[in-house]
């Protein structure tokens, strides 16, 4: 069976932070997670279907990798479809979000599902998960383990079911699928969805009831649901070039890449993983963490349940349930804020709307190219965007947009453009030597 594993979303709803699957976590992007579970379940030939706005990106990093860009962004799951299907004729055809993680056992069983050999008149499968609250989703109604219709984003109070559809799709016929997508009206947003119902109607599909994770990552926060699931697929291992001192504490299933160095005291709590290159300096706390390459984790910093991409600074910080992007640094005494004085859910700004994130803890997200000072606290669920400086001793109480540069000025807090020049970390590593010498 060829797979599709759909990655041509514009990752809008993952801001500040860039594109959620090459954003890396436990030694590996989500798109590498994905495509090393498929192999494990058998499945070997892959095509990403990526957007204009990752294509490039996506085939600098997976050069031997077939890619098929979508024509039409404005046509969600169905343009990717649309634009990938023909090269599949009449194959059989896994379908994949790329950004639904879910145990290899989900996509063993849909596969067992779809199966016409052992099946007969059988035409796919797909993947649900029963719900005990309401997940804004298409849901199924299924009778004798057959579905029967698909509802997209009912709410709450009107789900033909609790079974939301999870986006593991298995189709014994690829031009079947794609006559029928071409037949939905381009107007439509749910033109998958619609097809889906048609063809329930039509033909056999199985519904694979599904009990193990789901993480589905769609806002930055989701990339803290997922960490815990992904640090448990790691195997423990610290790498023979790592230098760990006798005083360190390793603690619990830990990864320490090439090169990392464990100073003096310092305690690496698993799950965890250390990324190549990375310092965790003298008395620093690292426990339950995705810790990327080149990072500097300094002396008495705290470092709990957070994803670092690289090339991350810290000194004397506190990060908690926090996720920071590439080339960001922390002045001495940064702190994240990441529990709410009444210990109630975080909330997040999104389109100038206030949302729940769905967490009692949550700390802070922020962009590529950052820099904050000295002594600064950041309140829980607050976003920072990319290419902003922040001014050492402020409290920062809401979202910066990108570029911002926040500071006191007669007492309050001034947000300004930022005009300053943020050094890539390679130029950076370029000047240290320099001064060093």
């Given at each position: 069976?060829?797979?599709?594993?759909?990655?041509?979303?514009?990752?809008?709803?993952?801001?500040?932070?860039?594109?959620?699957?090459?954003?890396?976590?436990?030694?590996?992007?989500?798109?590498?997670?994905?495509?090393?579970?498929?192999?494990?379940?058998?499945?070997?030939?892959?095509?990403?279907?990526?957007?204009?706005?990752?294509?490039?990106?996506?085939?600098?990093?997976?050069p031997?990798?077939?890619?098929?860009?979508?024509?039409?962004?404005?046509?969600?799951?169905?343009?990717?479809?649309?634009?990938?299907?023909?090269?599949?004729g009449?194959?059989?055809?896994?379908i994949?979000?790329?950004?639904?993680?879910?145990?290899?056992?989900?996509?063993?069983?849909?596969?067992?599902?779809?199966?016409?050999?052992?099946?007969?008149?059988r035409?796919?499968?797909?993947?649900?998960?029963?719900?005990?609250?309401?997940?804004?989703?298409g849901?199924?109604?299924?009778?004798?383990?057959?579905?029967?219709?698909?509802?997209?984003?009912?709410?709450?109070?009107?789900?033909?079911?609790d079974?939301?559809?999870?986006?593991?799709?298995?189709?014994?016929?690829?031009s079947?699928?794609?006559?029928?997508?071409?037949?939905?009206?381009?107007?439509?947003?749910d033109?998958?969805?619609?097809?889906?119902?048609?063809?329930?109607?039509?033909?056999?599909?199985a519904?694979?009831?599904?009990?193990?994770?789901?993480?589905?990552?769609?806002?930055?926060?989701h990339?803290?649901?997922?960490?815990?699931?992904?640090?448990?697929?790691?195997?423990?291992?610290?790498?023979?070039?790592?230098?760990?001192?006798?005083?360190?504490?390793?603690?619990?299933?830990?990864?320490?890449?090439?090169?990392?160095?464990?100073?003096?005291?310092?305690?690496?709590?698993?799950?965890?993983?250390?990324?190549?290159?990375?310092?965790?300096?003298?008395?620093?706390?690292?426990?339950?963490?995705?810790?990327?390459?080149?990072?500097?984790?300094?002396?008495?910093?705290e470092?709990?349940?957070?994803?670092?991409?690289?090339?991350?600074?810290?000194?004397?910080?506190y990060?908690?349930?926090s996720?920071?992007?590439?080339?960001?640094?922390?002045?001495?005494?940064?702190?994240?804020?990441?529990?709410?004085?009444?210990?109630?859910?975080?909330?997040?700004?999104?389109?100038?709307?206030?949302?729940?994130?769905?967490?009692?803890?949550?700390?802070?997200?922020?962009?590529?190219?950052?820099?904050?000072?000295?002594?600064?606290?950041?309140?829980?669920?607050?976003?920072?965007g990319?290419?902003?400086?922040?001014?050492?001793?402020?409290?920062?109480?809401?979202?910066?947009?990108?570029?911002?540069?926040?500071?006191?000025?007669?007492?309050?807090?001034?947000?300004?453009?930022?005009?300053?020049?943020?050094?890539?970390?390679?130029?950076?590593?370029?000047?240290?030597?320099?001064v060093?010498k």
């Amino acid at each position: 069976m060829k797979a599709l594993l759909l990655l041509a979303g514009k990752s809008t709803r993952f801001w500040p932070l860039a594109e959620k699957t090459l954003f890396p976590v436990a030694g590996k992007t989500i798109l590498e997670h994905q495509l090393e579970r498929l192999k494990r379940c058998g499945v070997h030939e892959v095509i990403l279907v990526t957007g204009e706005h990752n294509t490039e990106e996506t085939r600098a990093m997976f050069p031997d990798a077939e890619i098929i860009q979508q024509e039409d962004s404005g046509l969600g799951t169905r343009g990717g479809l649309l634009s990938a299907l023909p090269a599949c004729g009449t194959e059989k055809v896994l379908i994949v979000c790329g950004n639904d993680l879910v145990e290899d056992k989900a996509i063993i069983d849909v596969l067992a599902a779809a199966n016409p050999s052992t099946n007969s008149g059988r035409s796919g499968a797909i993947l649900g998960k029963r719900m005990k609250t309401y997940f804004p989703g298409g849901y199924l109604n299924v009778e004798n383990g057959v579905a029967q219709s698909i509802m997209e984003k009912p709410g709450a109070g009107n789900e033909p079911s609790d079974l939301v559809n999870i986006e593991v799709h298995a189709h014994n016929d690829a031009s079947s699928l794609l006559r029928e997508l071409e037949s939905i009206d381009n107007d439509r947003d749910d033109g998958y969805e619609q097809a889906l119902q048609t063809m329930f109607q039509q033909s056999n599909y199985a519904v694979v009831e599904y009990e193990g994770a789901w993480r589905a990552i769609k806002f930055p926060w989701h990339m803290l649901d997922a960490l815990p699931f992904l640090l448990e697929s790691m195997e423990p291992r610290i790498d023979p070039t790592a230098q760990i001192h006798p005083t360190a504490v390793i603690e619990g299933p830990v990864v320490i890449g090439p090169g990392a160095k464990v100073f003096p005291h310092a305690t690496v709590k698993g799950p965890c993983y250390i990324g190549a290159r990375t310092v965790v300096g003298n008395g620093a706390l690292v426990r339950n963490s995705s810790i990327g390459d080149d990072c500097v984790i300094g002396y008495n910093t705290e470092v709990q349940a957070s994803v670092l991409h690289s090339h991350v600074w810290t000194h004397s910080t506190y990060l908690g349930d926090s996720v920071v992007g590439r080339n960001v640094s922390f002045g001495a005494g940064c702190v994240t804020g990441n529990l709410r004085l009444d210990e109630g859910e975080i909330q997040s700004m999104h389109k100038g709307n206030t949302m729940g994130t769905g967490r009692t803890k949550f700390g802070a997200i922020i962009g590529n190219d950052c820099r904050v000072g000295i002594h600064v606290s950041i309140n829980p669920g607050i976003k920072i965007g990319r290419h902003s400086l922040v001014a050492g001793h402020l409290m920062v109480d809401r979202d910066l947009d990108e570029g911002n540069y926040a500071r006191f000025k007669d007492g309050v807090l001034a947000i300004a453009k930022n005009t300053a020049r943020i050094p890539d970390p390679v130029e950076r590593e370029k000047y240290l030597k320099g001064v060093t010498k």
